[in-house]
């Protein structure tokens, strides 16, 4: 199909698409690379021992800032293009009334930008049950309140991306002397940004540590920061983050199908 006859609203969702897919080939292509080792401190109590961390190649998170950021100013751009679709369809003309005003409100207080839609009992009807108060949380978080923030953050700077948060951390010890002898410890992560040095965990054991090898696997994600949600959180995975988000706005395309 030619694209002047794929509707404003599913090019831009298609867009913001590209550009998620994008990210994701990089960061898998950074994450294929492992680039992360591991160095363990000794500290004067023999029974415990800190495990840090070492990044051979650190990811381009600027890059990665702006591909995140046009994917979530596409997403939302998608919902403005959705209400003006609809407007141009419950007024029989193009361009619609109140045509500079159209947008997608994400507050009540924000309704007007609805124009002649506000009128349209169906329609609204419909569009009340899509509010971020209305819809099931995330994680959390309100998916379309979120989407409001990032956008409105990415258009005065880059959205904010850390790298990176251990999601799975397996530890593995052996002695040095005797590399089939296991070590019985136990680790407590740190599950913050990470940095180069920055401490893995702390492990403690009941008997004084021995000189250990560490046989060490974690998988790592970007974090992409926002307003603390009801569980006080104030970061998430960006790829389940922006997953949830494109997941909250094709339940909006749906829902206002019948309209456009």
Same mark, same amino acid.
């Given at each position: 199909?030619?694209?002047?006859?794929?509707?404003? =609203?599913?090019?831009?969702?298609?867009? %913001? /698409?590209?550009?998620?897919?994008?990210? !994701?080939? /990089?960061? #898998?292509?950074?994450? $294929?690379?492992?680039?992360?080792? +591991?160095?363990? @401190?000794?500290?004067?109590?023999?029974?415990? *021992?800190?495990?840090?961390?070492?990044?051979?190649?650190?990811?381009?998170? &600027?890059?990665?800032?702006? !591909?995140?950021?046009?994917?979530?100013? &596409?997403?939302?751009?998608?919902?403005?293009?959705?209400?003006?679709?609809?407007?141009?369809? $419950?007024?029989?003309?193009?361009?619609?009334?109140?045509? #500079?005003?159209? $947008?997608?409100?994400?507050?009540?207080?924000?309704?007007?930008?609805?124009?002649?839609?506000? @009128?349209?009992?169906?329609?609204?009807?419909?569009?009340?049950? !899509?509010?971020?108060?209305?819809?099931?949380? =995330?994680?959390? !978080? @309100?998916?379309?309140?979120?989407?409001?923030?990032?956008?409105?953050?990415?258009?005065?700077?880059?959205?904010?991306?850390?790298?990176? @948060?251990?999601?799975?951390? +397996?530890?593995?010890?052996?002695?040095?002397?005797?590399?089939?002898?296991?070590?019985?410890?136990?680790?407590?992560?740190?599950?913050?940004?990470? #940095?180069?040095? $920055?401490?893995?965990?702390?492990?403690?054991?009941?008997?004084?540590?021995?000189? *250990?090898?560490?046989?060490?696997?974690?998988?790592?994600?970007?974090?992409?920061?926002?307003?603390?949600?009801?569980?006080?959180? &104030?970061?998430?995975? %960006?790829?389940?983050?922006?997953?949830?988000?494109?997941? /909250?706005? /094709? +339940? *909006?395309?749906?829902?206002?199908?019948?309209?456009?």
């Amino acid at each position: 199909m030619s694209s002047v006859h794929v509707p404003s =609203w599913q090019r831009k969702y298609d867009r %913001a /698409e590209e550009h998620f897919h994008l990210f !994701l080939a /990089e960061f #898998k292509e950074h994450a $294929a690379r492992y680039p992360y080792g +591991v160095r363990v @401190q000794r500290y004067p109590d023999p029974k415990v *021992v800190t495990l840090h961390l070492s990044i051979e190649k650190f990811p381009d998170v &600027n890059r990665w800032s702006l !591909l995140l950021g046009d994917c979530v100013h &596409n997403l939302r751009s998608t919902l403005d293009h959705l209400i003006y679709r609809a407007a141009i369809n $419950a007024a029989r003309i193009d361009p619609p009334p109140y045509e #500079k005003i159209l $947008a997608y409100p994400i507050r009540p207080g924000d309704f007007w930008h609805l124009g002649l839609l506000r @009128q349209n009992g169906p329609f609204m009807a419909v569009f009340n049950g !899509l509010q971020p108060h209305i819809r099931p949380e =995330w994680k959390g !978080l @309100q998916p379309l309140a979120v989407l409001e923030e990032l956008d409105n953050f990415d258009k005065h700077r880059t959205l904010n991306v850390m790298y990176a @948060q251990p999601t799975t951390v +397996v530890y593995g010890f052996s002695t040095m002397t005797e590399p089939s002898r296991s070590v019985v410890v136990d680790c407590f992560p740190y599950f913050g940004p990470l #940095k180069p040095d $920055a401490e893995l965990a702390r492990c403690t054991a009941v008997e004084p540590i021995p000189d *250990v090898k560490v046989e060490w696997r974690q998988t790592v994600a970007p974090l992409i920061s926002h307003s603390p949600g009801s569980d006080g959180r &104030n970061s998430s995975g %960006a790829i389940d983050l922006i997953q949830a988000l494109s997941r /909250e706005v /094709e +339940v *909006v395309i749906k829902a206002l199908r019948p309209f456009l």
